[in-house]
């Protein structure tokens, strides 16, 4: 009897040392990715990806990023469809790891491990992001300053708190370059 009981203890125990370590990696996560400006790691959904590259319209010229590219999905995704370079950035060592073995065949596809903050943008014609509420009005900025008028912008989740969408189809939201107002422009 007394052997179970130590069993079960020692059970319980493995079982709390295990709780207490995905809470604390999980809240590091969270707390690094606040560091970074920008959201933990949440995949996009299939439909989601659907939705945001066909909103893209996308064409065989096009030259796609995706700003927090987690596993690369999103970005092998573009590459499937032909884009001239379908770009990843990505602030995560082990995600842009895996991103980059997940593009390895596509010699349109390059994951970047850095952060989008330190990113020049201003060669993509579309730029994809599935990021967080406080990262959206610094990624209006950047954007708005860095995207040439003919860029497109689709967002999974997120609006921006000025820039209007032009269209939207589940929970993604086209934005154009074209399309920003003026007040915030000069901003
Ligand atoms: C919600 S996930 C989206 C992943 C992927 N884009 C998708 O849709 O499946 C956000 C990603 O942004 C990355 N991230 C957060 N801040 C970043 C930064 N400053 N620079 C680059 N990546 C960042 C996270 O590591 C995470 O992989």
């Given at each position: 009897m007394d052997a179970v009981l130590v069993l079960l203890l020692i059970f319980v125990l493995i079982l709390l040392i295990m709780a207490v370590f995905l809470v604390l990696t999980l809240g590091i996560r969270i707390r690094t990715m606040a560091l970074y400006g920008g959201a933990p790691y949440v995949a996009?959904?299939?439909?989601?990806?659907?939705?945001?590259?066909?909103?893209?319209?996308?064409?065989?010229?096009d030259r796609f990023a995706d700003l927090g590219c987690g596993d690369g999905q999103v970005v092998l995704a573009a590459a499937k469809r032909d884009v001239a370079?379908?770009?990843?950035?990505?602030?995560d060592p082990l995600l842009a790891r895996e991103a980059s073995k997940k593009t390895a065949g596509y010699t349109n596809a390059?994951?970047?491990?850095?952060?989008?903050?330190?990113?020049?943008?201003?060669?993509?014609?579309v730029v994809y992001l599935f990021q967080i509420p406080y990262a959206m009005p610094r990624l209006e900025k950047k954007l708005m300053s860095e995207l040439k008028p003919t860029a497109r912008v689709v967002s999974n989740g997120f609006k921006f708190p000025n820039w209007k969408p032009t269209a939207s189809q589940g929970t993604i939201s086209l934005y154009t370059r074209a399309e920003i107002p003026k007040t915030t422009d000069a901003a």
């Open positions: 996009s959904t299939h439909s989601s990806i659907n939705n945001a590259l066909a909103l893209a319209n996308l064409s065989a010229s370079e379908a770009v990843g950035f990505e602030i390059k994951i970047i491990r850095t952060s989008f903050w330190e990113a020049d943008l201003t060669r993509f014609d």
